[in-house]
Structures are given as structure tokens and as C-alpha cells.
């Protein structure tokens, strides 16, 4: 592949819902571009831009790819990202790569979810985008039906540039409404045809739309079509243009993938309207004096380029794919990865179609590339020209909101299992690996069940290594409710040296929540010698990892010792320690010991009409509704503390009530006192866990 500049390159993200065929139309543009030989199919396995094995087994994308393709004189860069929403952080780097978007609606079922988030999306990036109806060759398929939802949904913007022509349930052609002219498919060329008169009103209804969309964009178009003049092709062209840069227009196109019609039409279209890199808004970086600094796309100027995606191949290594921002990538530019501050090595420059690397003799300004063993990059690194370091802002992807154990399944494996799951974690920023301290468990935090089980068939595909999954332990506490006192004596005497000590200790809850535990040394008279006051303190600091009721940490409790005794040859530290303990012990199971519970606060974000399903879910999971706020577009914001055992799964409980829609965040509030009748499940289990641990 020759290399373009960035007036001939078009970075398109090909988005929209999972299943609506964004990875088969990207394999249709691809064959009939003559890029591949043959066109594959996403239930045979075999399409270019599906390559990864759960990919090829769950008949779903799951990683962002590139597939550049050379198509009349541009180069267009599609990146076809996947649709199921466990896979948000591929689709973000799909945008992060992107400058314009193609935007998938399903001709059948209508507009998905998926395809309202790209929008919204695109629209708040200041991303140009068209939208395509696909599959229209499906029994009941409905273009114009489609379209009115999209214009419910987006607005006046919503301008088709084609109406399909069907034959009973076929898709037999299409009308072009800037030529206003009917074409029907043929396998040797579109044929030109006369419009069909059950056609022609909704033909002129769109062509009017058109005309009016595209006039409002430009002054001396807006004139000539107040006063009543017809607008040229080139007129009509030149407002269109000028409405799809600045998202005014959003043009709609038919397709059907799956049976290639209308493709070539869609292709030559992204390619006349969609914007080059060159018009892409300019990127915002700090320089090497701090100073805010935009960098507009050219070919002129030092080398620099931003790590945008990394993919780790068990052969090739590690792959950073990168999108050059300024300047030109050659084979002898001297590099540096900024935030490193060490100069990097590559070998070949190279573009990616789907899992193949193809290389090329350098990158322009625009361009999407790939460079292989790198040292010491990862995603988000800024790389550029030594003398001209910049730093581009960090990439954004959200947070984890599902949590679950992770171990490994074969005993002695676990050196490998964590391995590979570190190696996987450079190449999905929205995964974390995280040790929790209190319980032990090691936590796969994703976006979603799918997500997390995807992972752990990677590690098996990649390294060899399988993962066993579970819900993650619950940090439950343990407190006491009223006062108690209790003695310990420790007394040791079996020849030799003895040990002897006894103390008399006071354990009261702290109400306030304003520590987790208080030592109060109240002795009068050295009946426990000052020596050994830090040991009774320190054996009781010992014991209170471990509460009385089913051994989870004691916290809110205050200690006073005020009493005990000892013995001038026999008592040590380490008798005073065990007299604390056995204090500890009695006292506690005497003072009303409580289990507490975490307690988080959610805020959770849906449309209007699924407040009702959210709330009354909440109060099923013991949530308390602090509030209910309105947001931007009809979302609405419940805010609610809910007991953290109650949400391990809820990201995909969520997804089912809002069909996608809905979006949480929780973090942790305090510890609150657990249902006696749940409190004595968790004690009873915690025990039987303990017996098994033995």
C-alpha cells in the first residue's frame, strides 16, 4: 500500500449495536476494494477483522481492528469496533482513533442502543458522522420506518441520501436523492432506471429535506433558497459538505452486508463526504516547558504520535498501534516515549488489517500504524521527535464496575496464571488485576461478566493457563454493642522458666465511628509494670483481626486496662500478650458482638422510563433512596447507599432493566450492622469456610 497523506486519509469508526453487522459490512468494503481475496463470513470464522478465537467461537467482535482499504484515491482507515457494551473500552479507542464515524442502524429491528451511544458519543467529541440501514434484504425490513426513529431520537440533522427500492421483501435498488436518480442492482454494474412511482412522493419529500439541510449551512445557499432559485447539484454538494463537517447533516445511507448491495455505493460516499485527517479538530497537548499547545494534523513539523491501542501477540510480542498526529514516521526518525523519557527502537513500520501486519515505508500525518517491541511503551504514551517532546492528554475509558475472584484452576499454576493476566491487562486498559488486603481475594475488575469470563478465555487461548472464577469474599466486620469486662490469666509453669500474667480489661463500643480501636492504659500502683503495658496492647491489637463471631476484623471497640497482676521472676511480654488475648475473647463474646456489613453509595444514571424498574430493584437489594436528580437528555441520576454484597453483579443486572442504557458508579460509605437473620448465614457459612481452611 502506498502512503497517503492526510488530505487522502479517512479514519471512520464503524460503529453501532452488537449484531448489526458492522464487522460483515467492513469485510463486504474490503472484497470489493480487492484488499482480500476472498469474503468471509462472521459464522464460518474467517472474516479479517474478527480474528481472535472467542471472537471466531461467539460469532462477536471483541477487539477494535483496522482495515485500511484504498478506495478511490483515499485511503479509508475503517475500525470496526465491537457493538456488546462488556466492550466499551475497544469501542473508546475506536473513537480515540477515528475522526469521523459510520453508524450502524438495523433496517428490521430499528435503531439499537448501541447506535444511540455512538451518536451521542460522536456528537458531544465533535465527531462527523453518517448512519447506514443496514441489513435491508431482512423480511420486514423498513428504511423509512427506521429513519423516522432516527430523527425522533437525533433531530432535523437526520438526512438520507437514499431511498431503497423493494420488491415485495427484496432490495432491489436505491434512489439517489442528490441525483435524483434510480439505480437497481446488477451484478455487472448498477443499471439506471426511472424512479418508481410509489416512490416519488417519498422522493421528493427527501430531496426537499436534503436541499434545505444542505442550504442552511452556507449564507449565499440560505439566500438563494429563501428567494425561491433552484440549487445546483454543486450547490446542494458544497452545503453537504460543509453539514457533515460540522455535524448539521448526518447522512443515511441502505445497505445490505450480508448480500453486498449498496456497498460500493456507501464506500464511494465515505470517501467523497466523510472529512479527511486533515480536518480533523486539532489535538491538545503540553509541551516540554508545560505550556498548553494544539496540534493541528500536517505533515509538517517534528515527529509525534500517541499509543492508542496495544495488542499482546504470545509470538510477535508486544504491538503498539499508534496514529501519527504531526510530522512523518520514517524508517531512520529517531523517537523518544515521553513519558518514559527513553528513546525507543523499532524495526519496520507497519499498518494492521485485522490480525496481519502489512508493512510500508512511513507513516504521514493522519495515518493509523503499527510498530512492534517497543521497550517501554503502553497505551496512552505520547512519542515523538527528541527535539520536540510533547505530551498528549491521557486516555480516557472509564472505570470497572463488576468484580469477581480470580485463581488458578490447576494447583502450582498460579505463577503463570498472573503472568499472563499482567500481559493481558498492556492490551485492555479497562481490566485491572487488584490484590484486596483485607479478604486475600485477587480481583479481575471489568465491565461486565462477559468481559471478565472473555479475559480468562484469552489467558487459556494465549498462554496456555486456565483461570478459575468466583464472587469475590464480602469484607464484613465485626463490633460490640455494650460493655463488658473481662480477666486474663496466662500462668506457665512446667519446669524451667514460667510465665505469669494477668490482666483485667474493659471493652466498650465506640459509638461515633471516629476509630477503629482505642488502648487505655488506667493502672494505678505498677500492679502491671510499665514494661509490659505495649505487650497487653499489642496482643489485643493481634486479636482484634480476628472478631469472635466468625473471625472477620473487630473494629469500634475501646479497650481499657485497669487492672492485673504479676510476678517478679516468672512474668514476660509474652505471658501479658496471651492474658490480653484471652481477655479479649471473653469479654467481647459477652458484649452483644455485632456483624457490620460494607455500605456503598450508588449513583445510578438512566433515561426517565426505567425509574421505576431501578427504584423498586434498589429496595429489593436493601438500598435506601437518598435522592433523585434530573441530568442533561432525559437520564436521570437515583442516588442511593446500598449494602455492597448486594451489588457484585449488578452492572449486569442493570444492563438487562435498562436494554444497555443504564450506567453506575459506586464507591464505598461506611459499615453498617447486618439482619440478624442474614447475620446468622454469613456466620454460619464463615465458620464452615474456616473448618474446610484447616
Same mark, same amino acid.
Given at each position: 500500500m502506498k502512503v497517503y497523506d492526510a488530505a487522502h486519509i479517512k479514519n471512520i469508526a464503524v460503529v453501532g449495536h452488537g449484531s448489526d453487522g458492522k464487522t460483515t459490512l467492513v469485510e463486504a468494503i474490503l472484497s470489493n476494494a480487492g484488499a482480500i481475496e476472498r469474503r468471509g463470513k462472521v459464522e464460518d470464522g474467517n472474516t479479517t477483522t474478527d480474528y481472535d478465537p472467542e471472537e471466531i467461537r461467539r460469532h462477536i467482535s471483541i477487539t477494535t481492528a483496522v482495515a485500511p482499504v484504498e478506495w478511490s484515491d483515499c485511503k479509508?482507515?475503517?475500525?470496526? &469496533?465491537?457493538?456488546?457494551?462488556?466492550?466499551?473500552?475497544? !469501542?473508546?479507542?475506536?473513537?480515540?482513533?477515528?475522526?469521523?464515524a459510520l453508524i450502524l442502524a438495523n433496517g428490521f429491528s430499528g435503531v439499537g442502543v448501541g447506535a444511540e451511544k455512538a451518536f451521542k458519543f460522536c456528537k458531544k467529541a465533535g465527531k462527523p458522522?453518517?448512519?447506514?440501514?443496514?441489513?435491508?434484504?431482512?423480511?420486514?425490513?423498513?428504511?423509512?420506518? !427506521?429513519?423516522?426513529?432516527?430523527?425522533?431520537?437525533?433531530?432535523?440533522? /437526520?438526512?438520507?441520501?437514499?431511498?431503497?427500492?423493494?420488491?415485495?421483501? &427484496?432490495?432491489?435498488?436505491?434512489?439517489?436523492?442528490?441525483?435524483? !436518480?434510480?439505480?437497481?442492482?446488477?451484478?455487472?454494474?448498477?443499471?439506471?432506471t426511472d424512479i418508481p412511482a410509489a416512490l416519488a412522493g417519498d422522493v421528493e419529500t427527501l430531496r426537499e429535506a436534503l436541499v434545505e439541510n444542505a442550504a442552511s449551512n452556507d449564507e449565499e445557499l440560505m439566500e438563494k433558497f429563501f428567494e425561491g432559485e433552484e440549487?445546483?447539484?454543486?450547490? /446542494?454538494?458544497?452545503?453537504?459538505l460543509l453539514g457533515i463537517e460540522s455535524l448539521d447533516v448526518v447522512p443515511v445511507f441502505a445497505t445490505s452486508a450480508t448480500q453486498n448491495l449498496g456497498v460500493k455505493e456507501?464506500?464511494?460516499?465515505?470517501?467523497?463526504? %466523510?472529512?479527511?485527517?486533515?480536518?480533523?479538530?486539532?489535538?491538545?497537548?503540553?509541551?516540554?516547558?508545560?505550556?498548553?499547545?494544539?496540534?493541528?494534523?500536517?505533515?509538517?513539523?517534528?515527529?509525534?504520535?500517541?499509543?492508542?491501542? !496495544?495488542?499482546?501477540?504470545?509470538?510477535?510480542?508486544?504491538?503498539?498501534? /499508534?496514529?501519527?498526529?504531526?510530522?512523518?514516521?520514517?524508517?531512520?526518525?529517531?523517537? /523518544?516515549?515521553?513519558?518514559?523519557?527513553?528513546?525507543?527502537?523499532?524495526?519496520?513500520?507497519?499498518? %494492521?488489517?485485522?490480525?496481519?501486519l502489512v508493512n510500508v515505508d512511513a507513516l504521514q500525518a493522519g495515518d493509523i500504524g503499527a510498530l512492534a517491541k517497543l521497550q517501554f511503551t503502553t497505551t496512552g504514551d505520547s512519542l515523538c521527535s527528541a527535539s520536540d517532546k510533547l505530551t498528549f492528554d491521557a486516555l480516557e475509558f472509564g472505570e470497572p464496575c463488576i468484580s469477581l475472584a480470580v485463581t488458578a484452576k490447576k494447583q502450582g499454576e498460579e505463577e503463570k496464571v498472573f503472568a499472563g493476566l499482567h500481559r493481558l491487562e498492556e492490551e485492555d486498559p479497562t481490566f485491572r488485576i487488584e490484590k484486596n488486603a483485607e479478604t486475600g481475594d485477587t480481583l479481575l475488575c471489568g465491565m461486565g461478566e462477559m468481559h471478565i469470563e472473555v479475559i480468562c478465555q484469552k489467558l487459556k487461548n494465549k498462554f496456555g493457563v486456565e483461570a478459575a472464577l468466583s464472587d469475590p469474599k464480602v469484607a464484613y466486620r465485626e463490633t460490640i454493642r455494650k460493655s463488658a469486662e473481662a480477666e486474663g490469666k496466662h500462668k506457665k509453669q512446667s519446669g524451667g522458666a514460667g510465665q505469669f500474667g494477668v490482666v483485667q480489661i474493659r471493652f466498650e463500643p465506640i459509638m461515633d465511628g471516629s476509630s477503629d480501636f482505642e488502648f487505655v492504659n488506667a493502672i494505678v500502683g505498677g500492679v502491671v509494670p510499665k514494661e509490659y503495658i505495649p505487650a497487653v496492647e499489642k496482643g489485643l491489637r493481634e486479636s482484634i483481626k480476628h472478631g469472635v463471631l466468625a473471625g472477620y476484623p473487630m473494629v469500634g471497640i475501646k479497650a481499657t486496662l485497669f487492672d492485673g497482676k504479676y510476678h517478679p521472676v516468672d512474668s514476660k511480654e509474652v505471658a501479658f500478650k496471651s492474658a490480653a488475648r484471652l481477655a479479649y475473647k471473653a469479654a467481647c463474646a459477652a458484649a452483644n458482638p455485632v456483624l457490620l456489613e460494607p455500605i456503598g453509595k450508588a449513583e445510578?444514571? +438512566?433515561?426517565?422510563?426505567?425509574?421505576?424498574?431501578?427504584?423498586?430493584? %434498589?429496595?429489593?437489594?436493601?438500598?435506601?433512596?437518598?435522592?433523585?436528580?434530573?441530568?442533561?437528555?432525559? +437520564?436521570?441520576?437515583?442516588?442511593?447507599?446500598?449494602?455492597?454484597?448486594? $451489588?457484585?453483579?449488578?452492572?449486569?443486572?442493570?444492563?438487562?432493566?435498562?436494554?444497555?442504557?443504564?450506567?453506575?458508579?459506586?464507591?464505598?460509605?461506611?459499615?453498617?450492622?447486618?439482619? &440478624?437473620? %442474614?447475620?446468622?448465614? +454469613? +456466620?454460619?457459612?464463615?465458620?464452615?469456610? $474456616?473448618?474446610?481452611?484447616?
Amino acid at each position: 500500500m502506498k502512503v497517503y497523506d492526510a488530505a487522502h486519509i479517512k479514519n471512520i469508526a464503524v460503529v453501532g449495536h452488537g449484531s448489526d453487522g458492522k464487522t460483515t459490512l467492513v469485510e463486504a468494503i474490503l472484497s470489493n476494494a480487492g484488499a482480500i481475496e476472498r469474503r468471509g463470513k462472521v459464522e464460518d470464522g474467517n472474516t479479517t477483522t474478527d480474528y481472535d478465537p472467542e471472537e471466531i467461537r461467539r460469532h462477536i467482535s471483541i477487539t477494535t481492528a483496522v482495515a485500511p482499504v484504498e478506495w478511490s484515491d483515499c485511503k479509508l482507515n475503517l475500525i470496526d &469496533a465491537p457493538g456488546f457494551f462488556d466492550f466499551v473500552g475497544e !469501542t473508546t479507542q475506536a473513537y480515540y482513533m477515528a475522526d469521523c464515524a459510520l453508524i450502524l442502524a438495523n433496517g428490521f429491528s430499528g435503531v439499537g442502543v448501541g447506535a444511540e451511544k455512538a451518536f451521542k458519543f460522536c456528537k458531544k467529541a465533535g465527531k462527523p458522522m453518517a448512519i447506514t440501514v443496514n441489513q435491508m434484504d431482512k423480511e420486514h425490513a423498513d428504511f423509512l420506518k !427506521t429513519v423516522d426513529q432516527l430523527k425522533e431520537r437525533f433531530g432535523a440533522s /437526520i438526512t438520507p441520501l437514499q431511498l431503497p427500492i423493494m420488491e415485495g421483501m &427484496a432490495f432491489k435498488g436505491y434512489v439517489d436523492i442528490l441525483e435524483n !436518480t434510480a439505480y437497481t442492482f446488477d451484478a455487472k454494474g448498477n443499471k439506471k432506471t426511472d424512479i418508481p412511482a410509489a416512490l416519488a412522493g417519498d422522493v421528493e419529500t427527501l430531496r426537499e429535506a436534503l436541499v434545505e439541510n444542505a442550504a442552511s449551512n452556507d449564507e449565499e445557499l440560505m439566500e438563494k433558497f429563501f428567494e425561491g432559485e433552484e440549487l445546483s447539484k454543486e450547490d /446542494i454538494l458544497k452545503g453537504l459538505l460543509l453539514g457533515i463537517e460540522s455535524l448539521d447533516v448526518v447522512p443515511v445511507f441502505a445497505t445490505s452486508a450480508t448480500q453486498n448491495l449498496g456497498v460500493k455505493e456507501l464506500a464511494d460516499a465515505l470517501a467523497a463526504y %466523510m472529512p479527511a485527517a486533515d480536518k480533523a479538530k486539532p489535538v491538545h497537548a503540553v509541551n516540554e516547558k508545560g505550556e498548553d499547545v494544539e496540534i493541528k494534523c500536517s505533515a509538517e513539523g517534528h515527529f509525534a504520535a500517541q499509543v492508542l491501542k !496495544t495488542i499482546a501477540d504470545p509470538f510477535v510480542g508486544r504491538i503498539n498501534l /499508534i496514529k501519527v498526529f504531526r510530522g512523518i514516521l520514517k524508517p531512520d526518525t529517531a523517537i /523518544i516515549n515521553v513519558r518514559a523519557g527513553k528513546g525507543e527502537k523499532f524495526g519496520n513500520i507497519s499498518i %494492521m488489517r485485522g490480525k496481519k501486519l502489512v508493512n510500508v515505508d512511513a507513516l504521514q500525518a493522519g495515518d493509523i500504524g503499527a510498530l512492534a517491541k517497543l521497550q517501554f511503551t503502553t497505551t496512552g504514551d505520547s512519542l515523538c521527535s527528541a527535539s520536540d517532546k510533547l505530551t498528549f492528554d491521557a486516555l480516557e475509558f472509564g472505570e470497572p464496575c463488576i468484580s469477581l475472584a480470580v485463581t488458578a484452576k490447576k494447583q502450582g499454576e498460579e505463577e503463570k496464571v498472573f503472568a499472563g493476566l499482567h500481559r493481558l491487562e498492556e492490551e485492555d486498559p479497562t481490566f485491572r488485576i487488584e490484590k484486596n488486603a483485607e479478604t486475600g481475594d485477587t480481583l479481575l475488575c471489568g465491565m461486565g461478566e462477559m468481559h471478565i469470563e472473555v479475559i480468562c478465555q484469552k489467558l487459556k487461548n494465549k498462554f496456555g493457563v486456565e483461570a478459575a472464577l468466583s464472587d469475590p469474599k464480602v469484607a464484613y466486620r465485626e463490633t460490640i454493642r455494650k460493655s463488658a469486662e473481662a480477666e486474663g490469666k496466662h500462668k506457665k509453669q512446667s519446669g524451667g522458666a514460667g510465665q505469669f500474667g494477668v490482666v483485667q480489661i474493659r471493652f466498650e463500643p465506640i459509638m461515633d465511628g471516629s476509630s477503629d480501636f482505642e488502648f487505655v492504659n488506667a493502672i494505678v500502683g505498677g500492679v502491671v509494670p510499665k514494661e509490659y503495658i505495649p505487650a497487653v496492647e499489642k496482643g489485643l491489637r493481634e486479636s482484634i483481626k480476628h472478631g469472635v463471631l466468625a473471625g472477620y476484623p473487630m473494629v469500634g471497640i475501646k479497650a481499657t486496662l485497669f487492672d492485673g497482676k504479676y510476678h517478679p521472676v516468672d512474668s514476660k511480654e509474652v505471658a501479658f500478650k496471651s492474658a490480653a488475648r484471652l481477655a479479649y475473647k471473653a469479654a467481647c463474646a459477652a458484649a452483644n458482638p455485632v456483624l457490620l456489613e460494607p455500605i456503598g453509595k450508588a449513583e445510578v444514571y +438512566i433515561p426517565d422510563e426505567y425509574m421505576g424498574d431501578i427504584i423498586g430493584d %434498589m429496595n429489593r437489594r436493601r438500598g435506601r433512596i437518598l435522592g433523585m436528580n434530573p441530568q442533561e437528555d432525559g +437520564i436521570q441520576q437515583v442516588v442511593a447507599e446500598v449494602p455492597m454484597s448486594e $451489588m457484585v453483579k449488578y452492572a449486569t443486572d442493570l444492563r438487562s432493566m435498562t436494554q444497555g442504557r443504564g450506567t453506575f458508579h459506586i464507591e464505598f460509605e461506611r459499615y453498617e450492622e447486618v439482619p &440478624a437473620q %442474614m447475620a446468622a448465614k +454469613i +456466620i454460619e457459612q464463615a465458620k464452615k469456610d $474456616m473448618e474446610e481452611e484447616k
